[in-house]
């Protein structure tokens, strides 16, 4: 079956409304098992879904780059920091480094990173859905449920789990 991203953006735009109010009683509630139940669904979610035929957190959003990631990618590029700032960062509204433009410039056509090895922390650790104390990223996960279908997976076995 061909991956349809098309679909799970109208799904996720469909189910804002019910999405933020679940998430927002998760938050209140708090529940002692949201991590288990959260890696849980994070395993089955990427079960089903193959970031390299998604790539959309690459192609329509830019992660915050901090230093240590300007560094590795100026080492991986064997370019000067400088050279990396000047040629792929700006400052956002937050004062934060972001990519300058989206798709990610690091984004090959077959949706692999060309950086890979040396991606920074937040696509590594992107879309944070098997992290501990899930509750503290309840809303931005809300956010990514927009821009990555496993996340809009992982929020529908939640409120499976916890309706």
């Not at 288990?36 to 959003?61: M, V, W």
Request: aromatic letters at 12%.
């Amino acid at each position: 079956m061909k991956f349809d991203l098309e679909r799970y953006k109208e799904m996720a735009n469909n189910k804002a409304k019910e999405n933020k109010a679940f998430v927002t009683r998760l938050r209140k509630k708090k529940p002692k098992n949201l991590d288990d139940q959260t890696h849980a669904a994070h395993t089955e979610a990427f079960e089903k879904i193959d970031c390299l035929e998604c790539a959309n957190c690459c192609s329509s959003i830019s992660p915050i780059i901090i230093d240590r990631d300007i560094d590795k990618i100026a080492k991986h590029l064997k370019m000067k920091r400088s050279e990396v700032i000047d040629q792929y960062f700006k400052i956002d509204e937050d004062n934060d480094y972001v990519f300058q433009e989206t798709p990610c410039p690091f984004l090959m056509p077959d949706n692999y990173c060309m950086i890979y090895e040396s991606r920074p922390r937040a696509c590594r650790e992107y879309p944070h859905t098997d992290r501990k104390r899930f509750y503290q990223i309840l809303n931005l996960s809300y956010r990514n449920s927009f821009v990555c279908p496993a996340v809009y997976e992982v929020l529908e076995s939640l409120k499976q789990d916890f309706q």
